[in-house]
């Protein structure tokens, strides 16, 4: 099992009471070294080119981004309520190495076919096309789907997003293109707020917005019938997943009440996807999920589930 991953994914620095902090990748990472199910590769994250981000983000919504990083403190690139999507001086390698991780990820994945998880932060399901939130500043899975698309000229990519808060992001990048199709389990209501069923793109989103509580036996069902099936029927040639673990019922920042195991269940019925009309090809990235003791239990289960 393959893992990009770099040391200055931890430098990014947020403010002590920040959710979106580097324990989180420590968690991770830790977890990973320690398991003795998985014999893990661990790969050097490269820097993203400005050629390659393009291909979602403007140019000019970038350089605007890298403007405002400060030489000392913290500032803050949206309005309140939301102002704590945070750019500290180093941000700029944080944000190309996440980003730079799918990029490597896709080419790993087209010359050796195995599969991949892109231990990074910042997260990216929130970036939309010009506008950073949501502690995302680079849609990473959005740019690594289109830079699949341009130089392995796939036809169809699918986008499995099981993190607890809906990616409008993404949603937002896709809406409108029927090459890719994006299926989403998501508390609601939730931040960011989007996320409906009736959001439907042009036939190519699939939301299943989730009740507050809810168990992982009823989630599973959900997911089955709102996530699976659209996806099964899609027949992508690629699965790429969004992976927030944020709907374990440990986690502070939400209410669906998943336990580590039942991440493997979900990994491992997308891989068997994957294995149908996918040549088994799966890329995962590393998204929300703000307890640790759930981050390391549930990204274990999931990578164990993902190597199968």
């Given at each position: 099992m393959i893992v990009f991953t770099h040391?200055?994914?931890?430098k990014k620095f947020n403010g002590s009471n920040h959710p979106e902090r580097k324990e989180r990748l420590d968690s991770v990472i830790n977890s990973?070294?320690?398991?003795?199910?998985?014999?893990?590769?661990?790969?050097?994250?490269?820097?993203?080119?400005?050629?390659e981000i393009i291909l979602v983000h403007p140019k000019e919504h970038i350089e605007k981004i890298f403007s405002n990083i400060?030489?000392?403190g913290l500032i803050g690139i949206e309005k309140e309520p939301y102002a704590d999507t945070l750019l500290c001086p180093d941000s700029r390698n944080a944000i190309l190495r996440s980003c730079g991780a799918g990029i490597a990820a896709v080419d790993e994945l087209m010359l050796h076919n195995e599969?991949?998880?892109?231990?990074?932060?910042?997260?990216?399901?929130?970036?939309e096309t010009i506008r950073a939130n949501g502690f995302c500043f680079i849609n990473n899975i959005a740019v690594a789907a289109r830079y699949l698309q341009k130089k392995y000229k796939i036809k169809k990519v699918a986008i499995i997003d099981f993190d607890v808060h809906h990616g409008n992001g993404t949603q937002e990048i896709f809406y409108n293109d029927k090459s890719v199709a994006y299926a989403s389990s998501h508390e609601f209501p939730l931040f960011p707020g989007t996320g409906a069923e009736s959001e439907t793109g042009v036939g190519n989103i699939f939301n299943a917005p989730i009740k507050s509580g809810t168990k992982g036996t009823e989630f599973l069902k959900i997911f089955e019938n709102k996530i699976l099936k659209p996806i099964d029927k899609f027949k992508p040639e690629v699965i790429l997943i969004s992976a927030g673990f944020d709907a374990h019922t440990r986690d502070p920042l939400a209410n669906i009440e998943l336990e580590s195991k039942d991440y493997f269940v979900i990994t491992k019925k997308i891989v068997e996807l994957a294995n149908i009309h996918s040549k088994g090809r799966v890329i995962s990235f590393f998204e929300g999920g703000y307890d640790l003791q759930a981050l390391s239990e549930s990204t274990k289960e999931h990578l164990i589930a993902l190597k199968k």
């Open positions: 040391d200055d994914c931890f990973l070294k320690s398991t003795s199910e998985l014999e893990v590769n661990f790969k050097e994250a490269p820097l993203a080119k400005m050629n400060p030489t000392e599969r991949i998880f892109c231990a990074t932060r910042p997260p990216g399901h929130h970036a």
